[in-house]
């Protein structure tokens, strides 16, 4: 995954809110993965049409953080979830 790619959930995979855990999860195909507040808030950006540059622009804005760390960090989750097939990108 590089900062130009457009992440996006693929079919069948979708953030759902667990009542039971009191925290979103990331639901797939015969698998749900506990969210951390972090994870959530990067996958909250996913609109699959904004790039990771982009995204990561933005929760640097927001957050005011340093640009550098939000992007190892997010393009450390993203690029998990898309080897654990929970996400898929598009190169724009």
């Not at 992440?7 to 797939?28: M, S």
Request: charged share 25%; proline share 4%.
């Amino acid at each position: 995954m590089t900062g130009n790619d457009v992440p996006f959930l693929p079919r069948g995979v979708r953030l759902h809110y667990d009542k039971v855990r009191g925290t979103n999860v990331l639901l797939g195909p015969e698998r749900a993965l506990i969210l951390d507040d972090i994870s959530n808030i990067i996958l909250a950006q996913l609109d699959g049409e904004r790039s990771v540059d982009a995204i990561c622009k933005n929760l640097a804005e927001t957050y005011a953080a340093p640009l550098d760390q939000i992007a190892t960090d997010t393009l450390a989750l993203l690029t998990d979830l898309a080897n654990k097939r929970l996400l898929e990108a598009r190169c724009d």
